[in-house]
């Protein structure tokens, strides 16, 4: 069961807009693609979920695509607080399985 | 509300002690439950998840087991650590169902050294 595929690392200014895209071209019609995201020696905390559609919440949109084979994390604008390692899981069944993730540094 | 207790926070352990790392949720019933480890500037590998009482997944054959006693209770445990075993140890839960159409929640982690 093949994980999701993400650049190891991203730069953003503060302010703009933060783009993660995330590949998971062996997903299946019934996993979920969630994301989370995770400070230095704390636990990760949730970001957003979706199946299908687009998905907004306070804290960012998720952008899927028709093929369902890849998605996208947008973050409106960047805050220093947003730096953190940003995670992609393709969620089978019951299962959220972590791979490597996006770095994401933020500059002032 | 629902909240994660995970205990303890740091941990430094001999090379073959025996561990034993435990989580309760509380606010919610019949929740998954999940352990996972993460090894210093590596992403999360998850070890074990539950989806009821006695019933247990492992993911990964290694030195560890689970034991889920209790609903809300999820125990780590080890015979005999090894040095690999260091790392962070995270205990998360979800909301039960077939699929995970729900957000995870994940405790705060033990930080585990193998000395």
């Known amino acids: 069961d093949a994980k999701t595929t993400q650049p190891n690392s991203m730069e953003s200014n503060e302010e703009e807009p933060v783009h993660l895209p995330c590949n998971h071209s062996?997903?299946?019609?019934?996993?979920?693609i969630h994301w989370y995201r995770q400070l230095p020696s704390q636990g990760p905390e949730y970001v957003i979920h979706?199946?299908?559609s687009n998905v907004n919440n306070r804290m960012a949109s998720l952008a899927i695509a028709e093929d369902r084979k890849s998605s996208t994390l947008i973050l409106h604008r960047a805050t220093l607080r947003d730096a953190a390692v940003y995670y992609c899981?393709?969620?089978?069944?019951?299962?959220?399985?972590f791979g490597g993730g996006t770095r994401v540094l933020v500059k002032p | 509300s629902q909240t994660i207790h995970q205990w303890p926070a740091t941990l430094v352990q001999p090379v073959g002690s025996p561990l034993s790392l435990e989580c309760t949720v509380e606010g919610t019933s019949n929740p998954n439950l999940y352990w996972y480890r993460q090894a210093a500037g590596r992403g999360l590998q998850l070890l074990f998840y539950?989806?009821?009482?006695?019933?247990i997944s492992s993911e990964v054959p290694q030195n560890l087991s689970a034991s889920r006693p209790q609903d809300r209770q999820f125990i780590l445990s080890s015979k005999k650590l090894l040095l690999s075993d260091s790392g962070f140890y995270l205990c998360a839960w979800s909301v039960s169902g077939g699929k995970m159409n729900t957000e995870a929640f994940f405790g705060q982690g033990t930080r585990l050294t193998v000395v």
């Open positions: 899981i393709k969620a089978a069944g019951n299962k959220l399985t």
């Open positions: 062996t997903i299946s019609g019934t996993d979920y």
């Open positions: 979706g199946l299908t």
């Open positions: 539950s989806v009821g009482i006695g019933q």
